[in-house]
């Protein structure tokens, strides 16, 4: 099995900052795309960024020159650096990695973290 453990969450005011971390353990043999994921109140779960196992990244418009998606494989971990934060970034932020879990196959399956809270709010 696969766990990914979050950290970093809370209560922020605008304009303010706050990085995420999420690390992964267990039977891993490789981890592919990974990537963060919120859902705000009474909406669907959308993509915020992710990063390739090479380190090339992908971020939705909303958050754009604001957010940092960055990656450690030797300590196969992830985080968030999320500068000039905005009340519409409240959410709860979930940690995802796509892993192969043994050399032999050929497939990434994906695991999800435990979600995490960051509520922007003056």
């Known amino acids: 099995q696969v766990q990914l453990v979050e950290s970093g969450g809370g209560l922020v005011q605008p304009g303010g900052s706050l990085r995420l971390s999420c690390a992964a353990s267990?039977?891993?043999?490789?981890?592919?795309?990974m990537g963060w994921y919120r859902q705000a109140p009474g909406k669907q779960r959308e993509l915020v960024a992710v990063?390739?196992?090479?380190?090339?990244?992908s971020y939705a418009d909303s958050v754009k020159g604001r957010f940092t998606i960055s990656r450690d494989n030797a300590k196969k971990t992830l985080s968030l650096q999320m500068n000039s934060l905005k009340p519409e970034d409240t959410a709860v932020y979930y940690c995802?990695?796509?892993?192969?879990?043994?050399?032999?196959?050929?497939?990434?399956?994906?695991?999800w973290g435990q979600g995490t809270q960051v509520t922007v709010s003056s």
């Open positions: 267990g039977s891993i043999w490789s981890i592919n795309d």
């Open positions: 995802n990695a796509e892993v192969r879990v043994a050399s032999w196959r050929n497939m990434a399956e994906d695991y």
């Open positions: 990063i390739t196992s090479r380190g090339s990244t």
